[in-house]
């Protein structure tokens, strides 16, 4: 470990401290405003572990999500809470294998029309299993977790996913995801097998997302396959995590703080428009921020760096 | 006495109507260093395709050290111990250099990680003449100093047999002694090569044998001064008349 | 026998949506997820023509049609050939082009649910029963396909026959090569967006007469047009016919066999054998 890897890992570590700490300080509004500040920062940032190296644009958010949820549902009378959690993202991870296994052989486009629907497709097959072989529509979750509690198990879970990534991009895995990312013609002349590392990542990704939707299941306390799969927090997922920028690990989190802050406040306002509003944010990544904002700067501050040394030059 | 270390028999590859290889049989001792010429679009670089698993064949067979590989992917070829450069240079232009030669070297028959692939990376670099250029990315490179780290990730990869596209396109003539000097030093320390080329300076000073193929079939095999006087090959070359 | 019949008359107003998708990602290779609401909003478009003017939505085609034309021709003119002429790779256009999509069908889609609302509509064209081979459809059902059909053979005649139909369908093949031969890529590409969104619209005013619509049903229908596409490979005309009238089958199966609930679930279980086994498509040739 080099010695500024040393000191953002101290950095982290002491800002998680402050925030484990803080559900006692505060509570009502700005706990539910952590806690959703808190789930969209896990959710973007286990998306960014796949589509970011990737750049394969994933909307299986929700289904994975749903599928957490689901497992908590299934299991709270028999197991503990925090080993349903595991489950879910085994559950997670199994899911993204079957998905990835059938597409991400094949084009890119394919996976992303795919991942589209799944999330509907998921919750046509449960709410199909629910009501026609187990004969009722939704299931309880009677825990006695409050919004504290979901809050640090979210940050647990936020810790886990940035540890992760990082060991991901040290080890052969996310070496074999840059050589992909820079040319999948000579990936796979030099022994990578392209496809199986994508699905791995998509494995972890689609577990971490899983868990996430394990941890939320308490906060809806009733389960039904509408809430559990709701498309529009794929959609949501890839704004956010955009607008901060997928290159890095730590990109979406600049997106998340603002955007959940504004869109808590456009659905409480304006309900009505809040597609409208979606939709001219993902214009606006697409045609002003294509890098999203931490890209935005690093191109401003690799201007600056390179002005800098043509000057430097010059004086030589 | 062992057998040919890569064997290719009766290969054919055909895309719809358009037969770009039909029928070639030629091995391939170890050590040895083998020319694959002929003119423009006679099925030399599809048949190195072939080779390095990028195209499976339609018929035919392809042997490496007796076991078949012909129709694995070119990932599974790799580890088996076949390396390549390419006619269009492909170079990884995000990465630096040393990290572009890593690349040869994690996941293929060399299986390195870690100090061990930098290790070799940095020598192999050194032995095409870039240790200086060692942690330029790859986009502020010159046409051929890409060509020199295709060259050394090729090599890192610890291939029994490599595939040479045209490596030697493009250099000038300072450059192309440079690199035929380096190519017979490779050979010398026992490595197996095929080489497309057209630089026929070099195919005289380099191959043992060539290869000849013309409109996908192989027309000519043999010592490489007797195939180049052979009429069949002039007239290939020349046209019929 | 009943369920086919059914099938392949919810089939041919799919193919019309299809077709106007598979121009659009064909031959201008931009992969419009929008396309959805250009249906829907023909829907409404048939419906309110229909119930504030009494137009019959078989004459409002002739107002829909050059309408969707033009709007898909203004989006692509002014959104997407920005992105065509920035983009360094396909697969760079890919992700912009889809993001960039996306965000015109929540546009859409918001803009619509506020003037609408979410609420469903219907009106009543034609719901006379039609004898056919001893069993009774609605009458709508079979003049939406009878449209649906000419619409197609229009447009087969178009791109098969006349001159700029085969430039066409020189750029769906290989943009490059169209160029050498003095074909205005970018033009084409634009006209093909268009006459691709005016397809679609077709296909949303001929839907109008026989099916509940309402705002926000775009998503949806656009996910089965681009399975069809894919289905029968891209830029093929008679595969996207083809594979249409296959999903509308399935789907009637299914929805009359096991659980209306199902039909997107039979939708992708067609689609994962496709891209198990066919993945260029039911009829296109190897890859290479």
Redesign the interface.
Known sequence: MTRSEGLTLFTAAAAFAALAALPFVTEGFYLTLAVNMALYIALCTAWTLFSGPTHLVSLATAAFFGIGTYSVAIGIEILPFPLLILCGGVAGALFAALVGAATLRVSGAYFVIFTLGLAELTRQVVAYLQTKVFGSMGLFVLTDHGEGDLFRYLLGLIAAIFLVGWLIGRARLGFAMRVIGNDEVVARHFGIEVARSKVILFMVSGAFIAMVGAIMAPRYAYIEPQSAFNPTMSFLVVIMALLGGTRRLWGPLVGVVPFTIVADFISANFPDHFNVIIGLAFLAVVYLLKDGVTGAIEQALGRRRRAASVTGEGRA | MSGPILEVASLSKAFGGLVAVNDVSFALAEGELLGLIGPNGSGKTTTMNLVSGALAPTAGEIRLDGAPISGLSPSVISRAGVARTFQLVRVLPGMTAVENVVAGAVFSRAGLWGVAAEATARRLLGRVGLEERAELPLSAMTYIDQKRVELARALAADPRVLLLDEWLAGLNPTELQTAIELLKEIHADGMTIIMVEHVMDAIRSLCDRCVVMNTGAKIAEGDTAAVLADPHVMAAYLGDE | MEILITGVLLGGTYALIALGLTLQYGVARI?N?ANGETLVAACFGAWLLFTAAQISPLWGLLIIAPLGFVANGLIYAG?LR??VRRAVTQ?AL???A???T??????????M??IFGGSFFNYQFLAVPFELLGESYALNRVVAFAAAAIISVLLAFFLYRTRFGTAIRAVAVDPDAARLVAIDVEFVALFAFALGGAITACGGALLSTFYTFEASMG??FM?KA??IV?MGGVGDVRGAVLAALILGVIETLVASLV?P??T??A??GL??TI??FR?QGLFG?AA?
Not at chain 3, 102 to 111: D, P, V
Request: hydrophobic share 60%; proline share 5%; net charge negative.
């Open positions: 992969m997820l959104l920005p992105l697969g890919e992700v912009d889809i993001l960039a996306f965000g015109l069908l929540f546009l859409f889609e918001g803009a649910h506020l998503g949806i996910i681009l399975i894919i659980d609930g199902l997107l679930t939708t992708y689609f994962v891209l198990l993945p040739g290479g």
